[in-house]
T-cell receptor, first 116, second 112 residues
Framework: SAVISQKPSRDICQRGTSLTIQCQVD?????MFWYRQQPGQSLTLIAT?????????ESGFVIDKFPISRPNLTFSTLTVSNMSPEDSSIYLC?????????????FGQGTRLTVV | KQEVTQIPAALSVPEGENLVLNCSFT??????LQWFRQDPGKGLTSLLL?????REQTSGRLNASLDKSSGRSTLYIAASQPGDSATYLC???????????FGTGTRLLVSP
């Protein structure tokens, strides 16, 4: 498997500010996924990011709150906007290295966000 | 809507024991099921991927089984070690979708 790097690994932010999380993959991938893991809970998909098109958001997540960029096939960013303490979570990016639907998913090391 | 459940939520065992983690899902129309390990505050490490047509997969001391018709998977860990202490997550990919639906995890503690 290739390497998936997320930055920052953790951050403590003031409420009302925004944080942009970066995800870099060392090989080209068609789809990148952003997940959220709230404290003590499992992972929930925020959105799917395709290169050259707008991200597709899951129910309960909106572009104004979680804008996503996908400028090329190896990079994506997720911004958490106008943060509140409820946004404190681990945010993870995920990729599949082949386009087939039955392939293995790989994850970055996550970004641990605390909003105070 | 797919729902994934993991039992038990937490498990504590002495080193050397063999153990079984359980995962159940409500919709059997899946492409695959994947088991992950997550260390505290960290990302996910893929352990095993089972395709919907397969019954089991093995990697070292780990063996995962899949019974798609009954909506169940088990992860068997042989001769557990303190380094196995982590949260174990199962996730399924439904037919026609790329996203994973995750279970709530089993937090494993292996004591020396």
């Amino acid at each position: 498997s290739a390497v998936i790097s997320q930055k920052p690994s953790r951050d403590i932010c003031q409420r009302g500010t925004s944080l942009t999380i970066q995800c870099q993959v060392d090989s080209q991938v068609t789809m990148m996924f952003w997940y959220r893991q709230q404290p003590g809970q499992s992972l929930t998909l925020i959105a799917t990011a395709n290169q050259g098109s707008e991200a597709t958001y899951e129910s309960g997540f909106v572009i104004d709150k979680f804008p996503i960029s996908r400028p090329n096939l190896t990079f994506s960013t997720l911004t958490v906007s106008n943060m509140s303490p409820e946004d404190s979570s681990i945010y993870l990016c995920s990729v599949n290295f082949r386009q087939q639907l039955n392939t293995e998913a790989f994850f970055g090391q996550g970004t641990r966000l605390t909003v105070v | 809507k797919q729902e994934v459940t993991q039992i038990p939520a937490a498990l504590s065992v002495p080193e050397g024991e063999n153990l079984v983690l359980n995962c159940s899902f409500t919709d059997s129309a899946i492409y695959n099921l994947q088991w992950f390990r997550q260390d505290p505050g960290k990302g996910l490490t893929s352990l095993l991927l089972i395709q919907s047509s397969q019954r089991e997969q093995t990697s070292g001391r780990l063996n995962a089984s899949l019974d798609k018709s009954s909506g169940r998977s088990t992860l068997y860990i042989a001769a557990s070690q303190p380094g196995d202490s982590a949260t174990y997550l199962c996730a399924v990919k439904n037919t026609g979708f790329q996203k994973l639906v995750f279970g709530t995890g089993t937090r494993l503690l292996v004591s020396p």
